[in-house]
């Protein structure tokens, strides 16, 4: 017969290994849960990229047709202006808005952008001098130089994933490790108990 201390510690060093199967279970589920979300959003942000790439585009290419319609009409009819360029406005103020509504107007890089449309609005209003038509043909070209550095960090961050996801798939996947290397000890100890058992009754039975 057994010790009731080693039944004790077999039953205990069972019971631990199965918690701990459960919980490497469990945290496997998490890690791929984990994955499947991160791709998803992922996902959503390549559309919002587009989206923005989109947005940019066509801020940049209406505004380019506003300036060149205010150089080659020289002396500048106001009226005849605005049926001629009227579509053009009301495009470049959708994409100004919904460019404006995807920014976070904190991090450097989208301040650089929104500083420039903002000098670009203000040029709008005294497009009739031909200084303000240039000023207006040096602001496009700094946003079409600011744009890709601005998208490139965006995409640039898709591939390294959202930072709440890396760090939880990190702990998620030390925790894994650690939860296999108690269940390897745990089973090796009751391996180990087993034996010793095994060797304890064949000395008893020579006995």
Request: glycine share 2%; with cysteine.
């Amino acid at each position: 017969m057994t010790s009731p201390t080693t039944d004790v510690l077999v039953a205990f060093i069972a019971a631990a290994a199965a918690s701990l199967a459960a919980l490497i279970a469990g945290g496997i589920s998490l890690l791929g849960m984990l994955t499947s979300k991160e791709q998803k959003v992922s996902e959503f942000r390549q559309v919002w990229i587009d989206a923005l790439r989109a947005d940019i585009a066509g801020f940049v290419a209406h505004a380019h047709e506003i300036a060149a319609y205010h150089q080659m009409h020289v002396p500048l009819n106001a009226s005849e202006a605005w049926a001629a360029t009227r579509d053009d406005y009301l495009e470049l103020n959708r994409s100004s808005i919904r460019i404006k509504f995807r920014l976070n107007p904190d991090e450097v890089d989208n301040q650089v952008l929104l500083n420039l449309m903002k000098e670009m609005e203000k040029l709008f209003m005294n497009l009739a001098q031909p200084k303000s038509v240039n000023e207006l043909y040096k602001i496009v070209d700094a946003l079409e130089q600011c744009a890709p550095p601005l998208l490139k960090k965006e995409w640039n961050r898709v591939k390294r994933g959202e930072p709440i996801y890396v760090v939880a798939n990190i702990v998620t996947f030390v925790f894994f490790l650690v939860a296999v290397f108690v269940a390897i000890c745990l089973f090796s100890k009751f391996l180990r108990r087993s034996e010793e058992r095994r060797v304890g009754k064949e000395c008893r039975s020579r006995w």
